[in-house]
């Protein structure tokens, strides 16, 4: 009974860009190369079309930025980072 209310859980939804398929919610992994630092932010949450690809929410995307600036002002040639520690409200 848990695997069929997980499946439904799901929430899919059908992409509105490409209308090819249903986008599912997914976690991955972001990464930044600026001036020769590298900066990685692990388990990003967004939705992943099979056709057209991964989108994020304008909320995931603004904070991701945030997290992705700050590991890189870090001074640290590479740096990594979850999701779920840094972001302010996990999405």
Do not use: N, Y
Not at 66 to 84: C, F, P
């Amino acid at each position: 009974m848990k695997e069929i209310l997980h499946f439904v859980d799901l929430r899919l939804m059908r992409c509105a860009r490409c209308d090819q398929a249903d986008r599912a919610p997914v976690r991955r992994a972001k990464l930044a190369e600026r001036d020769g630092h590298v900066a990685v932010v692990l388990d990003v949450p967004m939705e992943e079309c099979p056709a057209c690809g991964c989108w994020l929410t304008l909320q995931v995307a603004e904070s991701l930025d945030a997290m992705l600036s700050r590991l890189i002002a870090s001074g640290a040639e590479a740096s990594t980072a979850h999701w779920d520690e840094l972001a302010p409200s996990a999405a």
